[in-house]
Each structure stands twice: as C-alpha cells, then as structure tokens.
T-cell receptor
Framework: GIQVEQSPPDLILQEGANSTLRCNFS?????LQWFHQNPWGQLINLFY???GTKQNGRLSATTVATERYSLLYISSSQTTDSGVYFC???????????FGKGTSLLVTP | DGGITQSPKYLFRKEGQNVTLSCEQN?????MYWYRQDPGQGLRLIYY???????QKGDIAEGYSVSREKKESFPLTVTSAQKNPTAFYLC???????????FGQGTRLTVV
C-alpha cells in the first residue's frame, strides 16, 4: 500500500531551539497536509502543501513532490509546540488521506 | 460558527452492543471521512464518502457501518462484530478528496 513515513518518531527540544520534521511518501501526491495534534486529541491544520513552500509565523513547510518528501520547520520552539505532528498524503481524486505515524515533540522550558 | 461537530466526546459501551457516533458538518463539504486512532499510533481510515448516498470502505472497515443520507451528516456505527472497538474516533470533511481536510474534536469510545 501507499507508505507515509515520518522521522524522527520522537524529538525533545529545549525552548528556543529549531527543528525539522520529515515526511517521505512512496507515490505521487495531489494533497499533502501537516497537522498538530494537541493534548486533547484535536487535529489542528498547519499546512495544506501539495507542492512548494509556505510559511505561517514560526512554522514553515516545503514539499518537493518530484522527490516525494515534505519538511516541516519549527523555529524558536515554545512549550506550546509540544504534541504530535502528523503528515498526511492524498493521491488522485477519489481517495482519502493516508497518515504517517507522527513525530512526538516535547519542548522543555 | 462553521465546523465539524462530533458527539458525544466520551462514550462507554458494553461488550456486544452496537453504538453510533455522530458527525455533522456545516461547511457544505461534499466529502466526509472516519478515522480511528489507537494510543501512540497514526490515523487509520475506516470509511469515506465523496457524495450523498455513496461511501467506500477504508483500510479497517470490518465491524463498522456508515450511512450518508444527508450532505451534512455521516454517522458511524460500531457493531458488536468489531473485535477491539476501544479507540479514539475522528471525523473529517473536505470539499473534495484532494482538497484540504478539517477534523472534528473526536469521540473516545471505551468498551467495558
């Protein structure tokens, strides 16, 4: 089946540090999303980014569809950034998002 | 406010009983989805629907059933045939299957 692999699986940062989360996928992509799951379980939309680069405050994301990967950058991390970050990929019309297993991020004071 | 509403947030079920989870959206989205999440795991697709009166099985449909009689509603029934139903269930919707998807707050189901 279609594979979505995220790395690293776990990450511990000190407040103020920068980090890069990676998402590799095994097939073509028409839809690529990054989510942050908060401690209550809600999935918060970060980026819809099937290609190119987007920035939103301290977060930015880049998807290189031809090389089948996407990166999420977190700069000047804060304790509120803690949680699980998911990458999800969609293919052609008619299919739903496939999720990676996530990167669990802990930002310490 | 526009969004996706799942109810209830917490649900307890006795083994052998069917239970229905509600998902309603007022975003005028055509596509709706149900995912299951187990502790420490990613989301796995149960069912999805692209239009009213049509739906497709996802990766783990066994023991579940859905209906899509109205555009705004996509209820999920967890049947007694589901061997391990205790999990966190998330509903989502999108305009189409290649457009941005948005999620509800989830329902935590516990079988006792």
């Amino acid at each position: 089946g279609i594979q979505v692999e995220q790395s690293p699986p776990d990450l511990i940062l000190q407040e103020g540090a920068n980090s890069t989360l990676r998402c590799n996928f095994s097939d073509s992509v028409n839809n690529l999303q990054w989510f942050h799951q908060n401690p209550w379980g809600q999935l918060i939309n970060l980026f819809y980014i099937p290609s190119g680069t987007k920035q939103n405050g301290r977060l930015s994301a880049t998807t290189v569809a031809t090389e089948r990967y996407s990166l999420l950058y977190i700069s000047s991390s804060q304790t509120t950034d803690s949680g699980v970050y998911f990458c999800a990929r969609g293919a052609n019309s008619g299919y739903a998002l496939n999720f990676g297993k996530g990167t669990s991020l802990l930002v310490t004071p | 406010d526009g969004g996706i509403t799942q109810s209830p947030k917490y649900l307890f079920r006795k083994e052998g009983q069917n239970v229905t989870l509600s998902c309603e959206q007022n975003l005028n989205h055509d596509a709706m989805y149900w995912y299951r999440q187990d502790p420490g795991q990613g989301l796995r697709l149960i069912y999805y629907s692209q239009i009213v009166n049509d739906f497709q099985k996802g990766d783990i449909a066994e023991g579940y059933s859905v209906s899509r009689e109205k555009k705004e509603s996509f209820p999920l029934t967890v049947t007694s045939a589901q061997k391990n139903p205790t999990a966190f269930y998330l509903c989502a919707s999108s305009m189409g299957t290649v457009t941005e998807a948005f999620f509800g707050q989830g329902t935590r189901l516990t079988v006792v």
